[in-house]
């Protein structure tokens, strides 16, 4: 067998040059091995790469476990024949093995070689060291290889996931990039697929002139702003404009200048990004903004005319009522006249709170604090209810403390409303049983409790009690009509009043509402002003077009011995001032021929006039009486105008 000497191995070693292949590699090696020692099959282990096993013969990987390959290397030493340098040795166990150790120090590498012999071979130190110098420089290589190899993988994983990610951004992003010349023209557009038709054909040997509507052209002050920065070549973010395309189209702009070596500017360089969705959904919502305030502005006016149409005639009663009041009656005819009243003020309140519940959502309710009677309030309405539930299966009892004080400034219409609406909830779910009312007070609250023995709530409709338009059962079988406002109203009232309202009930037992609401004692010099003011006659001029409020009205003010006169409308009133002087004017509104402002301003701004000018509407709203206020009207009075009311306005407003 020949022998391989260092002059062989530098001819042979020659042949690997270039060999970039593993399996050429090995076709190599095995061709340059075979005429030195016959072997049938060789693999070689790198250590290098602790998980794999190369077998070269095949060229396949196999798993292994390189700390149990070590371990079993270990125990077989014993039986396995070594030269003096470790680096050659026979299996004695496997006789047809043959391998060699190859230490790369420098590549910090460490390789075995096996070999399936045929027979033992012998080498002469020559041949084994060149052996071992072939088999170290392939096992370089070869480690080299695997390294480039797995270079490679990792440079194509990385292109994949790149490509995938370049075909995300070029199927959704809305993004594209543009850069312009020094004379702003678009000189390059890099678009994605989707956008490509219409941005290169719209934009592209184009400036912004030629690329938007007229609707933009027509936004001089937004251009002028946007051309200036273009000017002073600075940069600008998001920028948004319209382009004249089909379908429209809306961009988003952002750019940076872009100069020379020598400092010289060469154009824009930027970004920007298909805002059409955003666009669209933005004046889909002004739309529905629009549309919503546009229905809320017809709201708003139907109620100012259903104010108008119901307070008007709600005047007339009120009024007559107190007229009927101040005539001859017997005690019978009085206590009837005054449930009368107390219906009548509920009533007018009730219809106030459903035609304005807008003002309760959106907290937009005022309170009219004033001095009030609640002793007689609360005596009020508990008469009404113990004259309609006289003969039926409800006793009605009442506890009144004797020390409830007479005059407080609280809004008593309100704290009226807040009784009826509970009393009355009392009486319709108690078919059998008793309604129990108490009235107490201390220093800084009223105190009221209402219980019953109904049919009572359940604890799952307690927390929903006071939602808006619900009907809630108070037993199975509930039939009470109603539009489901009266507990809600109830609740928001005594929010506003910065008070407290509880309410505890079982099915079957009955129901308990406890209130609280803060009051304040009427201070002396109120009092005084409205026992001890007293008007001399005054000269009154009466602008209203319904007759039975003209009759009213002019009635209260004979009562009060002023001298009335009478004009339908603001063109007969500002007839008659140019006619007669007056003391002052009360005028309406809402008119035929010309209104209340237009008459009210025509005096204040035309004829100079300085005379008091009250307004009496039955337009109930802050916006309504602000109008007042602003057309130069000194007070605003809202239908129906009680006696007392009226009498109390004229000596403060010329007290003042």
């Known amino acids: 067998m020949a ?17 970039n292949d593993s399996r050429a590699l090995k076709a190599q090696l095995e061709k340059v091995l075979l005429p030195y020692f016959s072997f049938k099959e060789f693999c070689l282990i790198n250590f290098e790469d602790s998980k794999a096993y190369l077998e070269m013969r095949t060229i396949k990987y196999i798993e292994f476990d390189e700390t149990i390959l070590k371990s079993k290397l270990q125990q077989a030493q014993s039986q396995w024949s070594f030269n003096e340098d470790n680096s050659l040795f026979y299996s004695n166990e496997f006789v047809n093995n043959l391998i060699f150790h190859v230490d790369i120090s420098e590549h910090t590498t460490q390789c075995l070689v096996f070999f399936d012999i045929k027979e033992r071979a012998s080498f002469n130190d020559k041949s084994q060291t060149a052996i071992k110098i072939l088999l170290q420089q392939v096992a370089v290589q070869l480690a080299a290889q695997t390294r480039l190899n797995r270079q490679k993988f990792h440079s194509t994983s990385l292109l994949t996931r790149l490509g995938e990610l370049s075909e995300l951004f ?35 040997h184009k400036n912004f002139d030629a690329i938007i509507t007229e609707q933009e052209q027509s936004q001089l002050k937004k251009w ?21 395309s089909s379908p429209p189209a809306w961009v988003s702009l952002s ?35 629009e549309k919503a305030e546009e229905a809320n502005q017809a709201k708003s006016q139907f109620l100012t005319v259903m104010s108008h149409e119901i307070r008007t005639p709600m005047n007339a009663i009120v009024g007559m009522l107190e007229l009927l009041a101040d005539s ?35 907290g937009s309710m005022e309170l009219d604090v004033k001095a009030t009677d609640i002793n007689a309030l609360v005596k009020n309405i508990t008469a009404q209810f113990q004259e309609t539930t006289q003969g039926s299966n409800v006793l009605f009892t009442t506890e009144i403390s004797d020390g409830l004080p007479n005059k407080i400034n609280i809004d008593g219409v309100r704290v009226g409303q807040i009784l009826f609406n509970i009393l009355d909830n009392a009486f319709k779910f108690t078919k059998v049983g008793t309604v129990n009312f108490r009235a107490d007070f201390n220093d800084t609250h009223l105190l009221f409790e209402i219980a019953d023995t109904g049919q009572g709530i359940s604890q799952s409709q307690i927390a929903s009690i006071y939602d808006a338009f619900k009907q809630h059962d108070y037993g199975v079988n509930r039939q009470v009509e109603g539009i489901g406002l009266g507990l809600s109203i109830t609740k928001s009232l005594v929010d506003l009043m910065k008070g407290e309202i509880r309410v505890a009930s079982a099915i079957n037992i009955g129901t308990k509402f406890n209130i609280y609401i803060p009051y304040s004692i009427v201070a002396d010099d109120q009092q005084a002003i409205e026992h001890e003011q007293i008007l001399e006659p005054m000269a009154i001029l009466v602008t209203e077009d319904n ?5 009213l009205i002019k009635t209260f003010l004979e009562k009060l011995n002023h001298h009335v006169t009478l004009a339908d409308n603001g063109q007969q009133a500002i007839d008659k001032v140019h006619q007669q002087n007056f003391d002052l004017v009360l005028m309406d509104m809402m008119m035929p021929v010309m209104d209340g402002i237009t008459a009210t301003k025509y005096m204040r701004e035309e004829l100079k006039m300085t005379l008091p000018i009250v307004a009496l509407t039955a337009n109930a709203s802050h916006q309504d009486k602000a109008t007042c206020l602003e057309a130069g009207m000194n007070k605003v009075l ?17 007290s003042q």
């Open 3 to 19: 022998e391989l000497n260092l002059e062989q191995l530098q001819l042979e070693l020659t042949a690997f040059h270039g060999i």
């Open 170 to 204: 070029r199927d959704f992003a809305s993004e594209w990039f543009w850069r312009t010349n020094k004379d702003e023209h678009f000189i390059n557009v890099l678009t994605t697929a989707s956008h490509s038709n219409l941005y290169k054909r719209h934009f592209l």
């Open 224 to 244: 002028s702003h946007f051309k200036h920065l273009l000017a002073d070549h600075a940069e600008f973010l998001d920028f948004e404009f319209e382009v004249n």
């Open 255 to 289: 750019g940076k200048p872009q100069f020379d070596s020598s400092g010289k500017f060469r154009g824009y360089l930027g970004i920007a990004k298909d805002i059409t969705v955003n666009k669209d959904r933005e004046q889909a919502l002004q739309l529905a903004k």
């Open 328 to 362: 001859e009656l017997n005690d019978k005819q009085t206590r009837w006249l005054d449930y009368a009243n107390s219906s009548a003020d509920l009533l007018l309140d009730l219809i106030s709170d459903v035609l304005d519940f807008s003002k309760i959502e959106s």
């Open 547 to 551: 007759k039975t409020n003209q009759v």
């Open 638 to 654: 809202t239908k129906p105008i009680r006696f007392h009311d009226l009498n109390r306005a004229l000596r403060i407003l010329f």
